[in-house]
């Protein structure tokens, strides 16, 4: 049985998640024909973009490094608030995916959602193949916002439920 750990992120993160955020991209860059050396000049733009984004929009967000089996494989950032925990982001590896990771990830935080009685949300795009995983685990899609899929996880109330 594989061993997941979360660790704060940290400033020297920052080469690991630039590479993990390259690796979730890289096939769309490659789609556009740039050279290398412009692709990764673009990618490290974008990144420097989302993670300004993340820290203007989820500023308590908890970020946090995965480390499976001793080897820094990806990250989780997740925003709680009164009635929603919003999973920010979850990004694997490429050759860490499909392994179950994810779902060890994600069932605590769904587990909690039941526990409190508040709704689990996420943004996923419309192209990435996780979106039929989030159906796997309950998700639906609430709403519709262009390239992405807003969907959301609705725990039941333990107090107030009745079969």
């Given amino acids: 049985m594989i061993t997941l750990e979360l660790f704060p992120v940290t400033a020297e993160d920052r080469p690991f998640l ?15 024909g740039l050279a ?36 820094s494989v990806g990250r989780l950032y997740v925003d709680r608030s009164a009635d929603d925990i919003r999973i920010v982001d979850i990004a694997l590896l490429p050759e860490h995916r499909e392994r179950g990771i994810g779902t060890r990830l994600l069932q605590p935080i769904l587990a909690e959602a039941r526990q409190v009685g508040v709704s689990v949300s ?30 959301r996880y609705r725990a039941v109330d333990p107090v107030s439920f009745s079969p």
């Avoid at 984004?53 to 308590?60: A, D, F, I, L």
């Avoid at 159906?135 to 609430?142: A, D, H, K, M, S």
């Fill in 18 to 32: 630039q590479q993990l955020y390259a690796s979730t991209r890289w096939h769309e860059v490659a789609l556009a």
């Fill in 36 to 71: 290398t050396e412009q692709a990764e000049a673009f990618l490290t733009m974008q990144f420097n973009a989302q993670s300004q984004h993340y820290r203007q929009h989820y500023p308590r967000a908890q970020c946090d490094r995965v480390v499976c089996d001793g080897v």
């Fill in 122 to 151: 996420l943004h996923v795009d419309k192209q990435n193949s996780a979106r039929q995983w989030y159906r796997r685990l309950g998700f639906v899609t609430v709403e519709d916002r262009g390239i992405y899929d807003f969907m």
